[in-house]
């Protein structure tokens, strides 16, 4: 049974960089053909999707995001990384990282706030 897990800090103070990880058990990131995305739902608002890292290692962004964003992996650790640059205070957000269309970790609560 796969399953993944965010860690990170909780607390971002604004302009600052948002890092959370991503660590994954019960498959590779490696491995054919799936993709590990990022999404987050800020407080009273649906969820937004963030981007995603290929199998492959390519990546692909939110047009909204992107100019912010950055999405890498460590394969000899099973992780994936999400760099969410200059943040604001509306990037308070609960994250959460998965394997698209199927698996989802339980999600960690991100404030930004000076």
């Known amino acids: 049974q796969m399953s993944l897990q965010e860690s990170g800090p909780v607390l971002v103070k604004p302009s600052q960089t948002l890092s959370l990880t991503c660590t994954v058990s019960g498959g590779s990131i490696t491995a054919s053909p799936y993709y590990w995305s990022w999404i987050r739902q800020p407080p009273g608002k649906g969820l937004e999707w963030i981007g995603y890292?290929?199998?492959?290692?390519?990546?692909y962004y939110s047009p909204s995001l992107k100019s912010r964003t950055s999405i890498s992996r460590d394969t000899s650790k099973n992780q994936f990384t999400l760099q969410l640059v200059s943040v604001t205070p509306e990037d308070t957000a609960v994250y959460y990282c998965g394997r698209w269309g199927a698996y989802w970790g339980q999600g960690t609560q991100v404030t930004v706030s000076s």
């Open positions: 890292i290929h199998y492959s290692g390519s990546t």
